[in-house]
């Protein structure tokens, strides 16, 4: 019960709630419930040392025991806000204290404990965090105790240290024995406060993670280009390439290769990240995809702009293997995903390196001295048309195992000079089927690839599989 003062008339307010602090959280909640008003109620005990007077009119240092009470109403809400009124002996503690503390731990640290048991949370997912547990919350918490000790003068924070302890194991206890009810009245109502938890975690999880990544995105897009750019000295967009190098070895070489008026040179180590399996987060995270969208300098995403783009041609240069097929896709995959508009106007190739080198034995004056084939067959091929013809070649054929083992000028003259080199120009035709084709080969469900691979053996052409 309540009692106002009188106003300026002379009349008396009361309120009045038959239902006791139950009543009152009902009243207090702004939004729908979604589980019951819960009570509860338990007690403990403690130990302080006080000043006690002894016979003799002296002050004692004397521990006493003391008792404290607890009586806590709670509900979840459809809404977000959470709404906690607190009391001490029926004074309200507007600033919270030690058993507003006990309560929002044990609120917490119980949700956390059901939700492992019961596998809402994934092994992976990091524990709720107390706004993620009192999310939608309105509760009252009261305590009754002998003696309570407040901080300041306005006694509006409860200051005793042990309230937080007994708070927390009453709510704790309650609350769980509520949690892991197997009435079908109390078990739909707990997993409904347990998914509004998990739901509330994930939601601030991704609303921080989209932050980093804008925050990632906003500094990559602003920063200095990469020191390990190899940059060309033309201006002219339309004119210049930027190769995408696998490997330092192989840079080397390429440096050595390249025209540097118009080709500029970016090395990779290794594999880079599968894009299609990963966040935009983890994607900015990862050096070598931040360092090709930065050295591109057009944005990625949404906000790719290709005007601003700094290279007319993006050119990957991998080994002629399966290992260099599977960075190529990665690639791919990046682009396609972050920088579509440079694949949808057809500015993205692949470099074709020859696989095979046939040194043919005394060529006439100008003529070529090499003969280079870019698959085992062209390889069979080549050597039966030169045996046909009465070329002579050197019987040991050098098999480029990576682009490292080409010199300057072999790599120039094969994959770099725009006067005799093969590009592969890669295009979409059908983006729906690219969309689909992406996921099937690139994407987390092992499934379908596996039973893609499997009904595709049958019919595969294996003289063009890179070997």
């Not at 009243?27 to 729908?32: G, I, T, W, Y």
């Not at 407040?150 to 704790?172: D, H, M, P, W």
Request: some cysteine.
């Amino acid at each position: 019960d309540g009692e106002a003062g009188e106003d300026a008339k002379g009349t008396t307010e009361i309120f009045h709630y038959d239902g006791g602090i139950g009543e009152f959280c009902e009243f207090l909640a702004p939004d729908r419930p979604i589980c019951d008003v819960l009570r509860l109620q338990g007690e403990g005990t403690f130990k302080e040392t006080v000043p006690v007077l002894d016979d003799r009119g002296h002050m004692i240092p004397t521990e006493v025991k003391r008792d404290l009470r607890v009586d806590v109403a709670l509900r979840w809400g459809t809404g977000y806000d959470t709404t906690v009124k607190s009391f001490v002996n029926i004074i309200a503690t507007p600033k919270g204290g030690t058993h507003v503390a006990g309560f929002e731990r044990a609120v917490t640290r119980t949700l956390n404990e059901v939700l492992r048991s019961s596998k809402l949370l994934r092994v992976a997912e990091d524990d709720i965090v107390k706004d993620d547990a009192l999310e939608g919350l309105t509760a009252v918490v009261t305590v009754r105790l002998a003696e309570p000790q407040f901080e300041g003068q306005t006694k509006e924070v409860l200051g005793t240290s042990a309230a937080t302890r007994i708070v927390g194991q009453v709510v704790a206890k309650e609350l769980k024995a509520f949690l892991t009810s197997t009435k079908r009245d109390d078990k739909q109502q707990a997993r409904a406060v347990l998914e509004k938890a998990v739901a509330a975690a994930r939601t601030r999880i991704a609303a921080r993670q989209h932050k980093e990544a804008q925050r990632r995105k906003t500094a990559l897009e602003s920063s200095a280009l990469p020191a390990k750019l190899a940059d060309c000295r033309s201006d002219d967009v339309d004119r210049s390439e930027l190769f995408i190098v696998e490997g330092d070895s192989a840079l080397g070489t390429a440096k050595l290769a390249r025209n540097s008026e118009f080709q500029a040179l970016l090395p990779i180590r290794g594999k880079i990240l599968n894009v299609q399996k990963s966040s935009v987060s983890d994607m900015l995270k990862n050096a070598e995809c931040s360092a090709i969208i930065q050295v591109i300098g057009a944005g990625s995403g949404r906000t790719f702009d290709i005007d601003q783009a700094r290279y007319g041609k993006v050119i990957f240069l991998a080994d002629a293997d399966v290992d260099g097929a599977h960075i190529r896709c990665l690639l791919l995959t990046l682009f396609q995903r972050y920088m579509r508009p440079m694949v949808e106007q057809g500015r993205v190739f692949s470099a074709v390196p020859p696989l095979h080198r046939i040194e043919l034995i005394n060529p006439p004056r100008g003529r070529e001295k090499y003969r280079y084939t870019y698959s085992d067959a062209e390889l069979r091929d080549t050597l039966r048309e030169l045996t046909d013809r009465g070329i002579r070649f050197k019987e040991s054929i050098q098999r480029y195992k990576g682009l490292g083992e080409m010199d300057a000028d072999q790599l120039a003259e094969t994959t770099m000079d725009p006067r005799h080199r093969t590009l592969r120009r890669i295009n979409i035709h059908d983006l729906e089927a690219a969309e689909a084709a992406f996921a099937l080969l690139m994407g987390n469900d092992v499934a379908p690839r596996r039973e893609f691979i499997a009904s595709s053996a049958a019919v595969l052409d294996r003289s063009r599989i890179d070997t």
